[in-house]
């Protein structure tokens, strides 16, 4: 802002969050939090460098989540005591009385607050509802899942903000920034590079996929398979037919054919050229299926 006010989300009133829910970013922060307690010396073992980037991270985001829980309590008590005003939709307070209101003032007078001087009865006004919910549920979220899932899931189109490079492994991208992801070997640097209290979603699947409709003969790359395959990823070979019916690809692979879902198969594209050569090739032959071309 011009006045240099801190963005902040109107709904929640919480530092400014893109791509997420309101009721998504304390869940978010506490997963944040947990990586930067166990998850990461998980991951990378125990490493003195890794301890002590974490060191400010925590501090920082268990202030963040002590303030949120301060606010649920907040919501949910005005969503139990208080209404709107029917005309500016101020939050109203009934502390005694008959239902006779004025917004901003006592009914008789007196007890004057910023209102807009409306009557109306508080039967008739809406309830206050909280700008906060923790009725959601996050997916399964381990050091292991992310170290297996999305150890070599390429994330096209996604650079490190910090080493440039094209983003492979788990993608770590701040919430309260409009375009800021960084990769797995530069996350330990967050605490001198960004701001300690931003959150932090980690990516293990791919956002927006190159999988579907490659044509015959593309180099890819197999990842996130499980048992009795899961000797396979990592593995490069050519795709040699697409399977639109079951989403799958027949895959060519050194020691013979393979059936392979679509989920688990990305282009060897090695730039962001390469990438959207692949994409564009891969569109133009799911638009002719779609005709029967």
């Given amino acids: 802002c011009m006045c240099g ?49 974490s060191q400010k991270h925590r501090e920082a985001l268990h202030r963040e989540v002590a303030r949120h829980k301060q606010l649920e309590q907040d919501e949910n008590w005005k969503e139990a005591h208080c209404r709107l005003c029917p005309k500016c939709h101020r939050v109203v307070e009934k502390m005694s009385g008959c239902d006779s209101m004025v917004c901003g003032s006592d009914y008789h007078g007196g007890n004057e607050q910023a209102g807009c ?8 006004a809406l ?32 650079s490190c903000a910090v080493c440039g490079s094209g983003v492979k492994g788990p993608r770590f991208r701040c919430i309260h920034c409009e375009n800021f992801d960084v990769c797995i070997n530069c996350e330990v640097r967050l605490g001198e590079l960004h701001p300690k209290d931003h959150v932090f ?8 996929p190159i999988n579907e409709d490659l044509p015959c003969d593309t180099k890819v790359e197999l990842f996130g398979l499980g048992e009795p ?27 013979g054919q393979a059936l392979v879902p679509a989920a688990h198969v990305q282009p060897t594209a090695a730039s962001v050229y390469e990438a959207q050569e692949v994409l564009e090739v891969a569109l133009a032959q799911q638009e002719a299926r779609k005709y029967n071309l």
């Fill in 5 to 53: 006010w801190n963005q902040f989300c109107s709904q929640c009133r919480q530092p400014y969050h893109y791509r997420v829910p309101c009721g998504v970013v304390q869940l978010l922060r506490e997963r944040w939090l947990t990586w930067l307690e166990t998850g990461r010396l998980e991951y990378h073992g125990f490493i003195e460098k890794v301890q002590k980037a």
């Fill in 117 to 124: 001087g409306h009557s109306f009865a508080w039967a008739n």
């Fill in 127 to 158: 309830r206050y509802q909280k700008r906060v919910d923790r009725n959601i549920v996050l997916p399964e979220f381990a050091a292991e899942v992310i170290r297996f899932r999305g150890a070599h899931v390429k994330h096209f189109f996604v």
């Fill in 201 to 208: 979603e980690i990516l293990v699947d791919a956002v927006d």
């Fill in 229 to 255: 395959l899961e000797h396979l990823n990592g593995l490069e070979a050519k795709t040699l037919r697409y399977l639109p019916e079951i989403k799958a690809y027949d895959i060519d692979l050194p020691l």
